[in-house]
């Protein structure tokens, strides 16, 4: 009988010690299971936040209108221009005496009538449009060469205060953006192209009508600088700062590039490119022929129609018209040029149908 109570009594112990074993067992399950719910959580709040910042930076590097400041879209009047000019003049800055004349190198523009040919380095080309008053002379020239449609408005002005620059919708920022056209029409321009598109990067001179909105830039940047004595030049931006350039003198610049043409030369090569852009693209520049005398120039590209041009055959281009300065500005699906409130090339991105690109600024032509 003691034999038999003693076998009851660890019959009990070990069941007790059973079902310890497997209460601890469930409640080390239960501890797992919580540190793996606890673990999932954790990893898909994570991704959450991964989502969410990942999603913030790209609304706030590609969508997110950030306005820095507002810019007068109006333009200065003569004598504002003058006085400025006269400011920039004396304090060391380059001038030239027949800035306010119109250039009488290489005139070949006039009032002609539309679909007749060109002459001189325009006897190649097809007239698009002309316009003519006290202040300015535009005609605008259709090529074709190098398998590529490419649109030159020969530009005479008595002033540089002609040449201005618009921001899109008027403001300086980022991801402010609108089409050429539309940018045009706000500032009623007579002629406009796309310009260096500088709210798709962080740094690169921003000035514009005599007004520095962005003094950052890369030490190997090539800038533009258009004096308000109607000088063209192109500056690397290690060589002077943007307030510098506008104590010279400049009344815009811009930082694009490269510069094609300097001192009557031009400065890239057959294997020059603008980052990974193909050989053959839409192109966008503006050079300075003489006094008062300027190329805008567009070609289209990316597709069957019109190939595009490579940067050095926008530069012998650019050379043929007679530039001894120019400069590359945005290109690809930005390249536009807007005439008397009409677009007249055939802007696109994928080469399938045409589509203006909404862009920051414009460089224009007006009253």
Same mark, same amino acid.
């Given at each position: 009988?003691?034999?038999? $109570?003693? +076998? ?55 969508? #997110? ?10 333009? #200065? ?30 005139? &070949? &523009? ?11 380095? /325009? ?16 005609? !605008?020239?259709?090529? /074709? ?24 919708? =008027?403001?300086? =920022? ?37 007004? @520095? /909105? +962005?003094?950052?830039? %890369?030490? %190997? ?10 000088? *063209? ?5 290690? %060589?002077? &700062? ?17 510069? #094609?043409?300097?001192?009557? $030369? ?31 120039? !567009? ?14 055959? #926008? ?11 120019? /400069? ?8 536009? *040029? @807007?005439?008397?409130? $009409? ?25």
């Amino acid at each position: 009988m003691w034999l038999e $109570k003693g +076998r009851a009594e660890a019959g009990l112990q070990g069941g007790s010690e059973c079902q310890n074993w497997e209460l601890g067992a469930k409640n080390r399950r239960a501890r797992r299971k919580g540190r793996g719910l606890a673990g999932r959580r954790f990893r898909i709040a994570s991704t959450a936040l991964l989502i969410a910042f990942s999603s913030y930076f790209l609304l706030d590097t590609f969508v #997110l209108a950030r306005s820095y400041a507002a810019s007068s879209q109006s333009s #200065l009047s003569s004598s504002e221009f003058a006085s400025l000019k006269s400011a920039n003049s004396s304090a060391g800055g380059s001038s030239a005496s027949s800035g306010s004349s119109k250039s009488s190198a290489n005139d &070949t &523009t006039g009032t002609l009538a539309e679909g007749s040919s060109g002459s001189g380095v /325009y006897a190649n080309a097809t007239v698009v449009g002309s316009y003519s008053d006290d202040n300015m002379t535009i005609t !605008v020239y259709r090529f /074709y060469e190098n398998n590529t449609y490419i649109y030159a408005a020969d530009v005479q002005v008595r002033s540089a205060e002609y040449i201005k620059s618009a921001f899109a919708q =008027g403001t300086y =920022g980022k991801n402010v953006t609108a089409k050429t056209s539309s940018i045009a029409d706000s500032v009623e321009a007579i002629l406009a192209i796309n310009g260096d598109y500088y709210g798709a990067q962080e740094s690169g001179y921003v000035v514009r009508n005599g007004v @520095v /909105y +962005r003094s950052t830039a %890369d030490s %190997d940047d090539q800038v533009l600088a258009i004096g308000t004595d109607g000088s *063209m030049k192109v500056v690397n931006a290690s %060589d002077a &700062t943007a307030q510098e350039l506008v104590d010279q003198g400049a009344w815009q610049v811009y930082d694009f590039g490269p510069g #094609l043409i300097q001192d009557g $030369k031009i400065s890239v090569t057959a294997n020059s490119e603008v980052g990974k852009a193909m050989a053959s693209n839409p192109r966008t520049a503006i050079g300075q022929v003489g006094q008062g005398h300027y190329v805008f120039v !567009v070609s289209d590209g990316r597709s069957s129609q019109s190939q595009g041009l490579s940067l050095y055959q #926008l530069a012998q281009f650019m050379k043929s018209l007679g530039a001894t300065t120019a /400069y590359n500005l945005d290109g690809g699906g930005s390249s536009t *040029m @807007v005439f008397q409130g $009409k677009v007249i090339n055939n802007p696109t991105t994928t080469g399938h149908g045409t589509s203006e690109r909404s862009v920051s600024d414009i460089v224009y032509i007006g009253s």
